[in-house]
């Protein structure tokens, strides 16, 4: 049995009354520390820390408790006495001693990325060094490979979501500290592409503000490196988040930005930002630029050669053109009537091609293929193909597949009396709640 939390004193000090607060508050709501720290990008234990009094939160995170608690302000109001404690603490201190920040503090923000989750310093987050090595660099740079891998393997909202700050934190401090003039571009290039990596993430797992602020990090670290392949890249993502959350004009100007002196792009990074060119189009009904979009997409990833991206462009293969082209098909399928058998071609070349390493990307475009399939075809195909999808699915932490899964829900309703039918919109019912 769970053991019983210990009590907590509030009389000790204001930092404890709050954390008792954040314990109340907690507890009204129903939630675990775990479930509360799924809200706030933190681990249970972390939580449970900061109600113990025994790790400091700052007025940012103070906040984003008071919203995920739905506490009207009251964490926020009593988080003003936590701070004249604090502050009456360090007028009591020897002004001439230099000071050091404690375990827990919270370190400025540098100004890059406004607003953007703190910096934090604690035994749980190493402190970033004060002299910026290559190596350090490369460590960076491995952080952003492995969530990347993570983030298609089991989506946004798995085990990326509990790790992800924590590193940023750390990768953001070494632009504060020391580093000699020739490894500058390759600093803001390598915490550029971790954030771009997190913004993905981010916007995978639908915390979209986390997600747009991550992004136009990423960006502005790009431009600091003069990396136009990097820029590229987080404008995409900003393009796509855009489009998806129903913005598509928005989505189309990041894709026609990130399209600016395109002879700097490789034809891959070109092809990537001119389907999210198709996508806005389709989105608003402008099907003559949609298919245009697409064309050029074609035109330009087929002169594409080896070894001509970085490292991390080695996702964009014929399976992911095929399934980004396939997606503005789609759009142009069932929102503007076009054909299907455009939009099927595609996206069935990219179910079938994806690897293993890509299970996000197979069910994305598995699902929508059966949607497709099911509103214009043959429901018996679409059975097959929802179920090979929904295996995907089962793997995933990501509300965009989720979102697309219950969009399949819905189109499956016109064969409301098929057994078949019924049993896999069931199927979907219990992938989503898992």
Same mark, same amino acid.
């Given at each position: 049995?769970?053991?019983?939390?210990?009590?907590?004193?509030?009389?000790?000090?204001?930092?404890?009354?709050?954390?008792?607060?954040?314990?109340?508050?907690?507890?009204?709501?129903?939630?675990?520390?775990?479930?509360?720290?799924?809200?706030?990008?933190?681990?249970?234990?972390?939580?449970? +820390?900061? !109600?113990?009094?025994?790790?400091?939160?700052? =007025?940012?995170?103070?906040?984003?408790?008071? *919203?995920? %608690?739905?506490a009207g302000g009251a964490l926020r109001r009593l988080r003003r006495l936590v701070e004249k404690e604090a502050a009456g603490q360090c007028a009591d201190a020897?002004?001439?001693?230099?000071?050091?920040?404690?375990?827990?503090?919270?370190?400025?923000?540098d100004g890059l990325l406004d607003g953007s989750p703190p910096?934090?310093?604690?035994p749980e987050q190493a402190a970033p060094?004060?002299?910026? +090595?290559? !190596?350090?660099?490369?460590?960076?740079?491995? =952080?952003?490979?492995?969530?990347?891998?993570? *983030?298609? %393997?089991?989506g946004g909202g798995g085990i990326v979501r509990s790790s992800l700050y924590g590193q940023l934190s750390w990768a953001r401090g070494l632009l504060a500290a020391e580093y000699p003039p020739g490894l500058e571009t390759d600093l803001f290039a390598a915490v550029g592409r971790l954030s771009i990596v997190m913004g993905a993430s981010a916007f995978d797992a639908y915390e979209h503000q986390d997600a747009t602020r991550l992004l136009r990090f990423g960006r502005l670290c790009a431009e600091r490196a003069d990396d136009w392949h990097l820029r590229a890249a987080a404008l995409n993502w900003l393009a796509r988040q855009s489009i998806w959350c129903g913005t598509p004009d928005d989505g189309l100007t990041h894709a026609e930005n990130g399209l600016v002196r395109?002879?700097?792009?490789?034809?891959?990074?070109?092809?990537?930002?001119?389907?999210?060119?198709?996508?806005?189009?389709?989105?608003?009904?402008?099907?003559?630029?949609?298919?245009?979009?697409?064309?050029?997409?074609?035109?330009?990833?087929?002169?594409?050669?080896?070894?001509e991206d970085a490292a991390w462009m080695s996702y964009y293969d014929h399976a992911q053109h095929h399934g980004d082209t396939g997606h503005a098909a789609f759009d142009l399928a069932l929102l503007s009537?076009?054909?299907?058998?455009?939009?099927?071609?595609?996206?069935?070349?990219?179910m079938d091609g994806y690897t293993d390493a890509y299970v996000r990307s197979r069910a994305l475009s598995g699902t929508k293929l059966a949607t497709l399939i099911?509103?214009?075809?043959?429901?018996e195909e679409a059975l097959t193909v929802a179920h090979r999808a929904l295996d995907a699915v089962g793997r995933l932490r990501s509300n965009r597949a989720v979102e697309d899964v219950m969009t399949l829900s819905r189109e499956c309703g016109r064969y409301a009396d098929d057994a078949q039918v019924i049993a896999l919109r069931e199927r979907i019912v219990s992938a989503v709640r898992l």
């Open positions: 049995m769970p053991q019983k939390p210990k009590p907590l004193d509030e009389t000790k000090s204001a930092r404890a009354w709050w954390g008792k607060e954040l314990r109340n508050w907690r507890n009204v709501r129903g939630l675990s520390s775990k479930g509360l720290g799924a809200k706030v990008h933190l681990s249970g234990t972390m939580i449970e +820390r900061i !109600e113990k009094s025994e790790r400091l939160c700052d =007025a940012g995170l103070a906040g984003r408790l008071d *919203d995920a %608690l739905e020897d002004s001439s001693a230099p000071v050091r920040p404690q375990a827990g503090s919270v370190a400025r923000d910096r934090l310093v604690g060094p004060t002299v910026v +090595r290559p !190596e350090d660099i490369a460590q960076v740079l491995a =952080a952003a490979a492995t969530i990347a891998e993570w *983030d298609n %393997l089991y395109a002879d700097r792009l490789t034809p891959r990074e070109q092809a990537m930002l001119h389907n999210a060119r198709a996508r806005a189009w389709a989105r608003m009904g402008r099907t003559g630029e949609a298919l245009a979009a697409i064309g050029r997409s074609d035109e330009v990833f087929g002169l594409a050669e080896e070894d009537g076009q054909s299907p058998a455009a939009a099927s071609a595609r996206l069935a070349k990219a099911m509103a214009t075809g043959d429901p």
